[in-house]
């Protein structure tokens, strides 16, 4: 198989050259799937992540729309008992409005005795007057008897202290009455004042009741659009793994395994795949794998699982290690100081299969890995770009 790889160097140009044609092909069609496939990928993760933060999102709106129905719940049992207040305080400024009416009734009334007792007493005072301004012997001329006379005067002096003083106490009565009204009418005030505090609280959690309604809307609205959006990427979602499951069934039928390899060594890679000037030969000549530079007796790694099939010397890559992964696949370690491993041997993925050194054609210690696949349709093991296969 490496005798065939190696062959390619001593070929004519115009061989190397279509050789290299291909192999470059191969390498083009291999990333253009693995690329879409990447590309796909990271939809699907955006997607996602888009969807996670939709959700939280719609928690945080289920959990605000919670705490202000139990505001409103707060703030209506609040006008509720404002309400009940406010009609307690207009009940009691109905009955003081009724009772200021009633003193209104009882003060007319009582002016009413007032100009009553006026005229009485207006009359008591013309009568007692004109008594007065007859002198008893006048009387007595008249006719009358010196006892009825007396007892005339004697009256009207009686009905007229006695007018006064009604006058008098119902002037004390109005006044009393006026006092009374007075005070109700200032507890009144009291309480239409109390009224209108009230009202004006009331008002003033009906408005805020109103905000957090619109606000409900308003979270009402977003939701409903989050859903939506949820429905909409979810659906996007399913898609993209239809997709994605579509992309690695055609990579699994085009053997294509891009993930699946690791890393054998952890370096710095010093020489990619592909065409180069080579720093032994001096001539430019495929690279069919990749250097990656690491210490002497670094553990090398088997880069997947499989069945170990050649450890020995090759020309111009010193001691390797060959493992045959199935599924057309094998890789190859090479410039190694000594093998962890026999022919025929099965491995695990991570297995140290090897001891990295300089052995061969080499500049310093390093790993020379290669991916090899076999060629469909010539049936030939041709090197790949390990790049395109490790994570």
């Given amino acids: 198989m490496l005798s065939e790889i190696q062959g390619l160097n001593f ?12 192999i470059l ?57 404002l309400k009940e207040e406010i009609k307690k305080t207009q009940q009691k400024i109905d009955e003081l409005n009724a009772q200021i009416k009633v003193k209104e009734i009882e003060i007319k009334n009582k002016e009413e005795e007032i100009a009553k007792r006026q005229k009485d007493l207006e009359e008591a005072v013309n009568l007692s007057y004109k008594l007065t301004a007859i002198s008893p012997i006048e009387l007595l001329y008249e006719g009358n008897d010196p006892e009825s006379v007396y007892k005339r005067i004697t009256y009207i ?21 006026q006092k009374f009204k007075s005070d109700l009418s200032k507890s009144e005030k009291e309480y239409e004042a109390v009224l209108k505090e009230k009202q004006e609280q ?3 959690l009906l408005q ?37 499951q579509k992309l690695i069934e055609e990579q699994r039928k085009k053997g294509i395994y891009a993930g699946t390899f690791i890393w054998p060594v952890i370096g710095p890679v010093t020489s990619e795949f592909g065409m180069r000037f080579h720093p032994i030969l001096h001539i430019m000549r495929m690279h069919d794998g990749i250097d990656i530079a690491v210490p002497t007796g670094t553990p090398v ?14 020309e111009g890559y010193g001691n390797v290690v060959i493992v ?10 090479a410039h190694l100081k000594s093998f962890a491993v ?20 080499s500049t310093g210690p390093h790993l020379h890995f290669s991916i090899y696949k076999i060629d469909p349709e010539t049936g030939k093991s041709m090197p790949v770009n390990p790049r395109n296969y490790l994570p």
């Fill in 11 to 22: 070929k004519k140009i115009s061989i190397k050259l279509l050789a290299i044609i291909f």
């Fill in 25 to 81: 092909t191969l390498m083009f069609n291999t990333n253009v799937v693995k690329s879409g496939l990447e590309e796909e990928q990271r939809k699907l993760a955006q997607y996602k992540a888009q969807l996670e933060q939709i959700k939280k999102n719609i928690v945080s709106i289920d959990n605000s729309t919670k705490e202000i129905n139990s505001l409103i719940d707060s703030l209506s049992d609040e006008v509720s008992y």
């Fill in 157 to 177: 002096g009686y009905i007229s202290d006695y007018t006064k003083k009604l006058m008098e106490q119902a002037e004390q009565d109005k006044l009393q009455l």
């Fill in 202 to 204: 009331e008002n003033i």
């Fill in 208 to 244: 805020e009741i109103d905000m957090k309604n619109r606000l409900l809307e308003t979270l009402k609205q977003k939701k409903t659009y989050l859903l939506y959006k949820q429905s909409e990427l979810e659906e996007e979602i399913k898609k993209e793994e239809e997709l994605i």
């Fill in 301 to 314: 790694k088997a880069s997947a699982s499989g069945t170990i099939i050649a450890t020995k010397w090759l």
């Fill in 324 to 333: 045959s992964h199935g599924q057309n696949f094998s890789t190859l370690y």
């Fill in 342 to 361: 026999k022919e025929g041997q099965e491995v695990k993925q991570g297995q140290v299969i090897a001891y990295s050194d300089n052995t061969g054609w």
